[in-house]
């Protein structure tokens, strides 16, 4: 069948971090937003609560690895957050939690986010051949303050439909994920090709679905074509082949699947 669509990752496929600010900068900018939040709501920021960013970033590490090697479903972080706060004896209301939780991210400009030079060529050779584009990603912080983000980058209007983690519930292997961007385009899996740079949530979730998957080789990570993969529920061990495997986007216009 016709590819009709095509579903990107984001991180470490649209764009990398070259550059980080030092861990210092990072940690003080942190405490010094949460510190302005807390004296906003009349709480004095001392004692344990001076490390509240610290236990927000060790609870989500821990939330997100237990979801991701189980169910897939996805935290609701500003939940996280308010537990965390509630470990240092804070208790804060629903809105407040939100509140915490989008000061406690700093943000991918802040982060040094930068895109791979080939990525805005290629998403413009794909829309102007008639390719409907979207995203599935796994990420902690959704909505409108991440569809901002994408904008400062150019990149939110080459985007048909945004499926993030945090927004949609589920997690990158789980098939709703990939559920809810195909059934947004209105497109069959057949038609559709997923790029990403993750072996286990990119390529065995698409293929789980019948689309095919193209594997953006991140040579950073751990992820092996020969090691095996064990998939949601148990399935598996599978070692997880991509049907396509490139070194850079530029790559992708190029695949015989756009021939």
Known sequence: ???????FDLGDTLWHFPEM?????????????ISDLLRSWG???????????????????????????????????PTVAREAAAAKG????????????????LGGVFLGRTLFPDVIPTLQWLRER?????????RALGGEPFRQELDHYGLLDY??????????GYMKPHAAIFQHALEALAVAPEETVMVGDS???????AQALGMAAVWKRDHSSDDDEER???????????????DYTIETLGELPGLPIFG
């Open 1 to 7: 069948m016709t590819i009709h669509a095509v579903l």
């Open 21 to 33: 600010p030092p861990i210092n900068l990072i940690r003080g900018e942190t405490v010094r937003r």
């Open 43 to 77: 709480i004095n920021p001392e004692g344990e609560l001076f490390f509240l960013g610290r236990d927000i970033r060790i609870a989500v590490e821990r939330a997100v690895e237990e979801a991701y090697n189980g169910d897939c479903i996805s935290p609701h972080f």
């Open 90 to 105: 804070l208790t804060i209301s629903d809105e407040q939690g939100v509140q915490l939780w989008h000061t406690w991210n």
């Open 130 to 138: 008639g390719y409907r584009v979207g995203s599935v990603t796994n």
């Open 159 to 168: 985007f048909e439909v945004l499926s993030i983690s945090c927004d949609v």
């Open 199 to 205: 072996l286990r949530a990119d390529v065995a979730g």
């Open 228 to 242: 095996p993969l064990t998939l949601p529920n148990g399935q598996g061990p599978v070692v997880v082949i991509p």
